[in-house]
């Protein structure tokens, strides 16, 4: 019995001895996380980033035409805030396995519903989203996997993959109208803040500008500053109202001179300048 207990207490003993002595280095193909507000949505990607190590990769290293977890050690997972349309397609928020299936002349992406799913034990009811796209031919060599968020704007980006010279993209957009129209008008009522941000969406969208000058005008009375009355010149500028505008425009620079800031000066004296000219240009068709 002692020689039985003594066996175990050696065993267990030699157990710990292992379990310190496990190094600590570098992961081959180590994690990442890239995040990208897409309008009012944050998307957050989650991958490991194996190397090439000069190995062909596609055809070879991830065979062509069989799923890819699009990545190591365990699924890709993206992260989304809110609902998003996905290569034109509307998922809800929420978080997914990004899938691949490469081949030579396109790619099929799929989103699936369990972002802890293997690419082995993945099943077509998990399938939230799934769409293809055209590879392209990179002509910098990619050592480790990447996925980038490209081409952004202020309601949509690119996702890229990119390894060896490999390059596939596919393209997130927010729906932004809908939710920035309800805000506009839930917030337009009193707030001297919320009537500029709501003109000046309407300016840079191209929509009602004389609904975008009335609530400007309520705006600029309650609370005259430069950036506000600046805005004021551009929508009358946009309406060709060009005498109004270099009116507006000069009360906006004598603030922005008065608070020192150069930049919102120039703004207005191109302004000026610009509602001058097209003045000058208008009379001279009239003659």
């Not at 065979?63 to 990545?71: A, H, I, L, S, Y």
């Not at 932004?176 to 506009?184: F, G, R, W």
């Not at 609530?215 to 060009?242: C, G, M, R, S």
Request: include cysteine; hydrophobic fraction near 40%.
């Amino acid at each position: 019995m002692k020689k039985i207990i003594t066996t175990v207490v050696a065993a267990l003993t030699m157990g710990c001895i292992i379990a310190n002595a496990q190094i600590n280095m570098p992961r081959p193909s180590p994690e990442a996380k890239v995040m990208q507000k897409v309008g009012m949505a944050e998307v957050t990607i989650n991958y490991c980033r194996p190397q090439a190590k000069g190995r062909k990769i596609f055809g070879d290293v991830v065979p062509f035409d069989k799923m890819w977890r699009t990545g190591a050690n365990a699924p890709t997972k993206i992260t989304i805030s809110d609902s998003i349309n996905v290569n034109g397609k509307k998922i809800a928020g929420g978080e997914y396995a990004i899938y691949t299936i490469p081949s030579v002349t396109e790619w099929t992406v799929i989103f699936g519903k369990n972002a802890s799913t293997s690419a082995g034990d993945y099943k077509d009811e998990q399938e939230v989203v799934r769409f293809k796209v055209k590879p392209e031919m990179g002509t910098n060599m990619v050592e480790a996997f990447t996925i980038s968020f490209i081409n952004v704007t202020p309601t949509t980006s690119e996702v890229e993959l990119s390894w060896e010279k490999t390059l596939v993209k596919f393209k997130l957009q927010y729906d932004a109208d809908a939710k920035v129209m309800a805000d506009i008008k839930n917030k337009t009522e009193l707030d001297p803040n919320a009537l500029f941000q709501a003109a000046g969406y309407y300016y840079d969208t191209d929509r009602d500008l004389n609904k975008a000058l009335q609530w400007v005008t309520v705006a600029t009375d309650k609370n005259p500053q430069f950036w506000t009355l600046h805005l004021k010149a551009k929508i009358q500028a946009k309406l060709k109202d060009y005498k109004g505008s270099m009116a507006t425009a000069q009360k906006s620079m004598e603030l922005a001179k008065a608070a020192k800031n150069d930049e919102y000066v120039k703004f207005n004296e191109k302004l000026i300048a610009e509602a001058t000219a097209n003045m000058t240009t208008g009379a001279a068709k009239k003659k």
